[in-house]
């Protein structure tokens, strides 16, 4: 097996994992947007749908994390060549962690009013907040079967499916948004909010369905469950246990800063709701990158060529900062027509482009961040991320946060944390990853 590694190999990996990544903030994008521009209630509904999607984007990285364990395991396998050992895991864990999402659903619909008060919602804003997930939570399943298939296909070192399948849920959420949002005269009546989040279940029905398709139909991987369980459920479930609570601590920062900018009042939530999934935008473009690093970080690691893992490194390094440095540019060159995409309040524009020049120049320390994020999913050392979530979270987030707030900066201050918190995630994992293989590559 070749071990080489090319621009060429990595970017038929990155792109179109890059086009699927993008796929998941643009559901979101794509509810501020409409959202945002609706002639009643457009910032009250707008502040609403942050909360929701940051209280859903954190059930989604917990138990989507299936995501980056099925692709670790079976890229190793692949690597190591013989992935027939693995071919029944892909559908034990798919049963096992929609299961998990049934559960979650029967937990948190009748407790979501309770759930948005946690994060300072009240009055229309709360009213809102329930009404939108109590629809839009019945998509999450259809999210998780996905994204666990993604995985598969990761492992197996193809990106390709998985873009057509996000694509397509991509352009089916953004015409059934504009048709249920507004409605169709005379024919469908103007939904607003729950318009936009039956879009969105509606899309990610569509995703799961076709991801069924396209697994049965271009792989041997099956979707029926067998027993008894893989030999590697045991890894897989560590790995799974060290990334919920990496996870957990994650979503502690974006809890915070939904939260603190809740407090601050409705503009500054509406602006921080646009600014925030702008981020993850950005963070979903560089997971092209770190998709790449992922399934090739495995696949090399399986094979135990360690000297291509550290060329492959450095060509990660190279591309992650210039691919931040170009979404900085093209972020400061639509600066002020993106805040218009979203909302045409002055109030809560205003208070966007105050601080999106701090998610523009956090951009290459992101992409940084992000693809050794990657790295070390495809090398399955889900501990030792853990362990750097926690101490940037818990150490470096949370007491800067308290502390702007503690002067006044508001939104200033919870992007003052959230860079620093980058700078603490991908320092030391580029630092790790340099020392552990270098000392192995002289070895080998």
């Not at 981020?279 to 399934?295: Q, V």
């Not at 805040?339 to 205003?350: C, H, P, Q, R």
């Not at 979530?389 to 919870?414: A, E």
Request: include cysteine.
């Amino acid at each position: 097996m070749s071990t080489a590694i090319t621009l060429k190999q990595i970017n038929k990996l990155a792109i179109p994992a890059l086009i699927s990544g993008v796929s998941e903030p643009i559901l979101s994008l794509t509810d501020a947007a409409i959202i945002g521009n609706m002639e009643q209630n457009a910032t009250v509904s707008l502040a609403a749908v942050g909360i929701v999607t940051t209280f859903l984007s954190m059930l989604i990285w917990v138990l989507g994390q299936t995501r980056s364990a099925i692709s670790s395991i079976i890229s190793q396998y692949l690597g190591a060549g013989n992935v027939e050992a693995v071919k029944n895991l892909p559908a034990q864990a798919i049963f096992v962690i929609t299961g998990l999402s049934l559960i979650i659903i029967a937990v948190t619909f009748p407790l979501a009013s309770q759930i948005f008060k946690l994060y300072n919602a009240s009055g229309s804003i709360l009213d809102f907040s329930v009404d939108y997930y109590r629809i839009r939570v019945f998509g999450f399943p259809f999210t998780l079967f996905t994204i666990a298939v993604f995985g598969t296909f990761r492992g197996l070192q193809n990106t390709y499916y998985p873009m057509l399948i996000a694509i397509s849920g991509a352009v089916s959420n953004i015409t059934l948004d504009v048709i249920l949002v507004y409605g169709v005269e005379d024919v469908i009546p103007a939904m607003h909010i729950k318009g936009a989040a039956y879009a969105s279940v509606i899309a990610q029905l569509i995703m799961a369905v076709l991801s069924a398709f396209y697994l049965l139909k271009k792989t041997d991987i099956p979707l029926w469950v067998t027993l008894p369980f893989n030999t590697e459920m045991k890894r897989f479930t560590l790995m799974i246990l060290n990334l919920f609570i990496r996870t957990i601590a994650l979503n502690i920062a974006l809890y915070f800063g939904t939260s603190f900018a809740t407090k601050y009042g409705e503009s500054y939530i509406a602006a921080y709701t646009i600014a925030i999934n702008l981020w993850f935008l950005g963070a979903f473009l560089i997971d092209g990158y770190a998709s790449a690093g992922n399934i090739l970080s495995g696949k090399l690691f399986g094979a135990k060529a360690y000297k291509s893992l550290i060329e492959l490194s450095n060509k990660l390094i190279k591309y992650g900062i210039l691919m931040g440095l170009f979404m900085g540019l093209i972020g400061a060159v639509f600066y002020y027509p993106l805040g218009n995409i979203f909302s045409n309040d002055e109030k809560v524009l205003s208070k966007f482009y105050d601080i999106f020049w701090i998610i523009l120049a956090m951009q290459p320390l992101c992409a940084l961040a992000f693809i050794f994020d990657g790295v070390f999913k495809g090398l399955g050392k889900m501990k030792y991320l853990r362990n750097v979530l926690l101490f940037s979270t818990l150490l470096v987030f949370v007491p800067v946060i308290y502390w702007t707030d503690s002067l006044d900066y508001k939104l200033y201050g919870i992007f003052i944390a959230f860079t620093l918190w980058m700078v603490a995630r991908g320092l030391p994992l580029i630092i790790k990853f340099r020392k552990t293989f270098k000392t192995l590559a002289q070895k080998s």
